[in-house]
Every structure is written in structure tokens, then in C-alpha cells.
């Protein structure tokens, strides 16, 4: 595992792993060289596009919330470099809309953190839908509709949330409120 810089390793798949989160990364890429991948670490999205373009990832682990832009935007720049590249979205702020938008932007699962390895290295194997997946008998709560809207406005607005609070007419202060609180899922 390196931060910023990579070994060369001809055998091993070279995969890209980008969360502003230290202590996570580090474990993330520790287990995931113990299952034979050569791992390189960024935090950012300008050290993983620079990393990306240097090494040229046949896999990335990437975090929705990044400092500066949303991971959103590196998911689509990776895959304008590569377009074989198979990407897992992670985030602990989950929503459909996020999850949409990862998808359509190229990646290849959304996963909600805290995330077991062995769910993201099946994420990676994953090439179809899953038409069994377990639907919910029980609608989703008012605070998570209101989650779920608000992240879709977000969204919207390329992740502005002052241009969100004015769309959504709520005081900024009060919408990055409701965006620091996650509501539960049902």
C-alpha cells in the first residue's frame, strides 16, 4: 500500500482507493492488499485524478463526500480516462438520488458505509441487477423523504447548498443542519 505513489507490480490489479477519511483508508488498503490488489491511496479528488492518470486504475473505491467536490465528479472523470474501469461508490450519507446518479455516471455498485471488504470485492464481481433483492413492506419515513428530496436538490445543484437552501427557501444554516443529521431508513 502508498499514499500518492504506487509500486510497480506486473500480476497484481492496481486499484485506486479515495476517502479524505486517514484512519479508514489505511485499513481499506491494507485488507485490500491481503486480497491482491496494489493499492494507492489518495484523498482528494486532484491526488486521485493525478494518481488515476499515472497508474491508470483497473479498479477504485471511491467516497461520495470528498473535500472541495463530491465524488460524483471523480466517478465520471475515471471513467472518461477508462471507461474499464469498475468503480465502488461508498458513502455513510446514502440516498436514492446519489445512488442514481453514481450508477449512471459509470459506477459499478453503491454501498453504504460501514461496508464489510467482502461486500465491495462482490461488488466488483457484480455485471447485472439482482431481480430477488428484498423490497421493503413499509414505506419510507417523512424524515427520510425529506432526506431523500433534499439530497435529489443537492444533487441538482452539483452539491451548492446555498444555491439548495434558495430553491428549497430554507436558511442555509438550517439545510446544512438537516444534511449533518442522517434520518433512519424506514
Known amino acids: 500500500m502508498t499514499t500518492l505513489a504506487t509500486m510497480e507490480v506486473d500480476d497484481q490489479p492496481a486499484l485506486l482507493i479515495v476517502d479524505d477519511d486517514l484512519t479508514f483508508c489505511g ?50 472523470k475515471l ?14 450519507y446514502a440516498s436514492i ?13 453503491y ?11 462482490m461488488a466488483f464481481e457484480r455485471t447485472t441487477g439482482d431481480a430477488d433483492v428484498q423490497i ?14 433534499i439530497q435529489r436538490v443537492l444533487n441538482e445543484n452539483k452539491g451548492n447548498v446555498s444555491v439548495t437552501a434558495r430553491v428549497l427557501n430554507m436558511h442555509r444554516r438550517t439545510l446544512q443542519r438537516k444534511l449533518t443529521k442522517y434520518p433512519s431508513k424506514t
Not at 40 to 67: F, G, K, N, W
Open 27 to 76: 485499513v481499506l488498503a491494507k485488507a485490500m492488499t491481503k486480497r491482491g490488489f496494489n493499492v494507492t491511496c489518495a484523498h482528494s479528488v486532484e491526488q486521485a485524478l493525478e494518481c488515476a492518470e499515472a497508474y491508470m486504475p483497473e479498479y477504485a473505491i471511491i467516497d461520495l463526500r470528498l473535500p472541495g467536490t463530491s465524488g460524483l465528479m471523480l466517478v465520471e
Open 97 to 109: 438520488a446519489t445512488a442514481v446518479e453514481a450508477i449512471k455516471l459509470g459506477a459499478t455498485h
Open 136 to 149: 421493503s413492506t413499509h414505506p419510507l419515513s417523512v424524515g427520510r423523504l425529506e432526506w431523500e428530496y
Open 79 to 92: 471513467k472518461n480516462l477508462d471507461p474499464g474501469t469498475r468503480i465502488v461508490m461508498l458513502t455513510g
Open 111 to 121: 454501498l453504504a458505509k460501514p461496508v464489510d471488504v467482502d461486500d465491495i470485492m
